[in-house]
Nanobody
Framework: QVQLVESGGGLVQAGGSLRLSCAASGRRFSTSVMGWFRQAPGKEREFVAGITWNGGSTYYADSVKGRFTISRDNDKNTVYLQMNSLKPEDTAVYYC???????????????????WGQGTQVTVSS
């Protein structure tokens, strides 16, 4: 089993920044692909960013490319999402997720991920 706990969400004005953290415990963190997803009210959960097991490869949704950065620290069993230039449309509950099938392939479909955190709310005011 893997437990994922997100933190760092909050209320920020448009143009501001937040850094989300996701702390993992349980199964070996360093072998996982980690992803960040988000779900806005009335919308489906969508992929935001992913990172391979060693941080060597990342992938972003077009809507956040150039503004968000995903990173990980395997010594701390933590993955991060640095969010800059935030927009009101970034408002959502943000979830981290872990996928253990390959470690090297970043998948964008939520069904590929094995474990999920409880989510953290990000609200961007205009």
């Amino acid at each position: 089993q893997v437990q994922l706990v997100e933190s760092g969400g909050g209320l920020v004005q448009a143009g501001g920044s937040l850094r989300l953290s996701c702390a993992a415990s349980g199964r070996r963190f360093s072998t996982s692909v980690m992803g960040w997803f988000r779900q806005a009210p009335g919308k489906e959960r969508e992929f935001v960013a992913g990172i391979t097991w060693n941080g060597g490869s990342t992938y972003y949704a077009d809507s956040v490319k150039g503004r968000f950065t995903i990173s990980r620290d395997n010594d701390k069993n933590t993955v991060y999402l640095q969010m800059n230039s935030l927009k009101p449309e970034d408002t959502a509950v943000y979830y981290c997720a872990a996928e253990y099938s390959s470690g090297r392939i970043i998948r964008t479909a939520q069904g590929n991920y094995d474990y999920w955190g409880q989510g953290t709310q990000v609200t961007v005011s205009s």
